[in-house]
């Protein structure tokens, strides 16, 4: 069985395009698994640039006994280093698993990507937005969250669109974030609602957050409104859909509420482009599906 050494690991780097820290990181998780195979705990160190492994176990069994220096550490076999790997990058595949991955060709108007080894492809119904209109450079790096189904050449799909998948990688940047969600504008405009300290996280440094995540999604437009802290149901309702309003369309303000009905007011000389009146109202509705909207 084929031991893998510095060398090795290099010449897999190159060939799949992966970054020394993820290498350096695989081959040291390897290498303790190594040692915990035989009931022993090991710290090891990997370092590409100075081609050195350190490694240090315990004298004794499992926990016990003290720290020793190794000079020729255990070593992974090829297969489990790209088996750990696979694992790190991949997991199981599972549906909702969210990837790092380099874009590897088209086909039938949707991209297809490589990830630890593996292909896979984004159909052109779930581009997102950007992509969409563009397709990206071949080897640009994207995100993609795997979807459960395959297309009909047996690739496993992913996607870049929707509300599952906005949600997915906001929160992998600052977990439990969202409160609520909703998607309009053919999937190109975000509304997320956040408790008030996070949303200020997230437009500080003039809402540079919010730029670099709408590119890293693909999409044209995020608007954040903050948890309403208001006593009743109502009170946060509304308050929650006056910061909507007042952030979605400047200068536009409520000139009356009701519990079924709400007019709203836009700036008398402002030029009013059908198009994105419809995307407003459209957004208004899903928001409080329960209220009928008028724009004057």
Not at 69 to 89: R, T, V, Y
Not at 185 to 196: E, F, H, R
Not at 239 to 253: Q, R
């Amino acid at each position: 069985m084929k031991m893998i050494n510095l060398e090795a690991v290099k010449k897999i780097g190159e060939e799949y395009g992966w970054e020394d820290r993820l290498l350096e990181e695989t081959l040291a998780n390897s290498i303790k698994f190594c040692y915990s195979e035989k009931g022993m705990h090991a710290e090891v160190d990997v370092n590409l640039g100075e081609g050195t492994i350190a490694v240090r176990r315990r004298s004794g069994i499992g926990d016990k006994g003290v720290w020793i220096d190794i000079d020729n550490p255990l070593m992974p076999s090829m297969q489990m280093f790209m088996s750990i790997m696979e694992d790190q990058q991949w997991g199981k595949g599972d549906a909702g698993r969210i990837l790092e991955a380099d874009v590897a060709g088209y086909r039938d108007g949707g991209v297809i990507y490589r990830v630890a080894g593996q292909f896979v492809i984004v159909p052109e119904n779930l581009l997102s937005v950007a992509d969409y209109k563009k397709r990206p450079a071949i080897g640009e790096k994207q995100i993609i969250v795997l979807c459960s189904s395959q297309d009909k050449h047996g690739l496993k799909s992913a996607t870049r669109r929707g509300k599952e998948f906005v949600g997915a990688v906001m929160e992998c940047y600052y977990p439990n974030c969202i409160s609520e969600m909703w998607m309009g504008a053919s999937n190109s405009w975000a509304v997320i609602k956040m408790k008030q300290e996070i949303m200020d996280e997230w437009m500080a440094e003039e809402g540079a957050n919010i730029r670099y995540l709408q590119k890293i999604l693909g999409i044209r437009r995020i608007t954040l409104i903050p948890e309403s802290g208001k006593e009743t149901d109502v009170e946060r309702e509304q308050e929650e859909l006056t910061s909507f309003i007042a952030s979605a369309w400047k200068g536009a303000e409520i000139s009356k509420i009701e519990a079924n009905n709400v007019v709203i007011a836009i700036p008398l000389e402002e030029e009013i482009d059908p198009r994105k009146m419809r995307t407003f109202v459209s957004m208004l509705k899903k928001i409080s599906p329960e209220r009928e909207f008028q724009v004057v």
